[in-house]
């Protein structure tokens, strides 16, 4: 069966990140603990600006976010076999620290966490209200799994 399909961009308006080279690799781990095959994933980094105007037109909220993900279930075929569009997940280079200090771990962590986030999100698991909090132990499925694996991916760098 084929791997992945991963399409990583930073906003124009963005200065490209050195290290994300290394995105990539650290995502298909991610991936094969996961059990995903044959899905088609798009990532991009963004600002502020960018993230709040995506996040008051699909969730009417006026405010930046962290992550989002827009689920797709688009399937088709290529010479390579069968592809699931899975969809596409946003992340904001600016609020990346100020979660970083938030939930006092190095930026590197954080951006693990949202990876791991918002590919959660495009394979259809949801936390409702629950979020992450420092020093609370989550009890959804989706933030537990999430944990698993950024615990099994510790020694991981992406930063």
Not at 5 to 27: A, C, G, L, T
Not at 36 to 48: V, Y
Not at 111 to 119: A, M, W, Y
Not at 142 to 155: G, S, T, Y
Request: with cysteine.
């Amino acid at each position: 069966m084929n791997k992945n399909r991963i399409f990583i961009s930073v906003q124009e308006e963005v200065e490209e990140p050195q290290w994300i080279k290394n995105v990539e690799p650290f995502f298909n781990k991610v991936l094969q603990e996961l059990k995903i095959r044959g899905e088609e994933i798009s990532l991009l980094f963004c600002n502020d600006k960018y993230i709040q105007s995506l996040n008051k037109t699909y969730r009417n909220i006026d405010s930046p976010t962290d992550v989002l993900s827009f689920e797709s279930d688009e399937v088709y075929k290529d010479e390579e076999g069968k592809w699931k569009c899975a969809g596409d997940i946003v992340i904001s280079l600016e609020t990346l620290p100020v979660n970083s200090d938030y939930f006092e771990v190095d930026k590197d962590a954080e951006l693990k966490r949202l990876l791991v986030h918002g590919l959660l999100h495009l394979n259809g698991y949801d936390h409702g209200e629950e979020h992450i909090q420092s020093g609370v132990i989550p009890k959804c499925r989706m933030l537990k799994l999430q944990e698993k694996i950024l615990e099994k991916l510790k020694d991981e760098k992406i930063l």
